[in-house]
């Protein structure tokens, strides 16, 4: 079964339509890759399904149920999680405080009922979500800001990683990372699939795309026009279903022939 699933979304900005019926759908434990060129509605599907807006018509199933998310809180509460571009994440403070923003461990009892955390707790916590995803960060204490892109991308992937029981949303996750940092980026994106969850990776980088994704969903003026293995796909068909350059000779036009290889 499916485990998130758009069909027909549709939304407007004003005069400026985002998304002219886009669909969109991924299981538990692989990657897919969502493509386009700018504006193109990457990151428009991505707030619709992760709850940051509302579609104006469009329905969203989520194992195989119709649901609708007034907000990311209903979309959290199945488990969905999301990575924007700017991570969301407080550069005040250390890296435990920032993996419990908003899910802070209170301690037990009165000192609980008083509002004093369970420092420690969350410390573990955080230790062995970043452990088990091989997130490189090693001060637990320092501030996030002071940290590299690299820490700052692990700290919020591991986070969502920690939280998102069944699908993770990564907004252009290795935006100017460097080649290191990259790797390491890309190795989490593996091991949180690995571990079931249904991770949809929006990136601008080809390769990246190829090397870690199952499947490719390329949108374009708002709408799905391609889905491909991305074992059996290269980088020349993605762009050229991007751009519209295969449309007319029967490769890449449309749903047909991408889905076909599902």
Excluded at 37 to 50: F, I, P, Q, R, Y
Excluded at 185 to 213: A, C, K, Q, Y
Excluded at 234 to 250: I, R, Y
């Amino acid at each position: 079964m499916t485990l998130l699933e758009a069909r027909g979304l549709i939304r407007e900005y004003g005069h400026v339509q985002a998304l002219a019926g886009a669909d969109f759908d991924v299981d538990a434990g692989e990657v897919v890759a969502l493509i386009g060129d700018n504006g193109a509605g990457k990151s428009t599907v991505v707030k619709l399904l992760s709850g940051s807006e509302a579609p104006d018509a469009g329905e969203i199933y989520f194992e195989g149920r119709r649901v609708r998310f007034a907000s990311p809180s209903d979309a959290r509460a199945l488990g969905i999680e999301t990575v924007f571009q700017d991570l969301a994440l407080a550069p005040h403070l250390d890296p435990v405080r920032n993996m419990y923003l908003g899910r802070e461990v209170m301690r037990p009892g009165l000192l609980g009922l008083l509002g004093f955390m369970d420092n420690k707790a969350m410390r573990e916590g955080s230790r062995r979500a970043f452990d088990n995803l091989g997130a490189t960060v090693r001060n637990l204490s320092g501030p996030i800001g002071s940290m590299s892109g690299g820490q700052r991308q692990g700290v919020a992937v591991a986070r969502a990683a920690a939280w998102a029981s069944k699908v993770i949303f990564l907004d252009e996750p290795t935006a100017a990372l460097g080649v290191v940092q990259t790797r390491n980026v890309l190795d989490l994106i593996r091991r949180v699939r690995d571990n079931g969850i249904g991770v949809v990776f929006i990136s601008h980088s080809m390769p990246h795309v190829l090397e870690v994704s199952d499947r490719v969903h390329v949108l374009r003026r708002g709408r799905r026009v391609a889905s491909y293995n991305a074992a059996d796909t290269s980088m020349e068909e993605l762009v050229g279903a991007m751009t519209g350059a295969l449309d007319g000779n029967g490769a890449g036009n449309g749903e047909a022939n991408g889905e076909a290889g599902r």
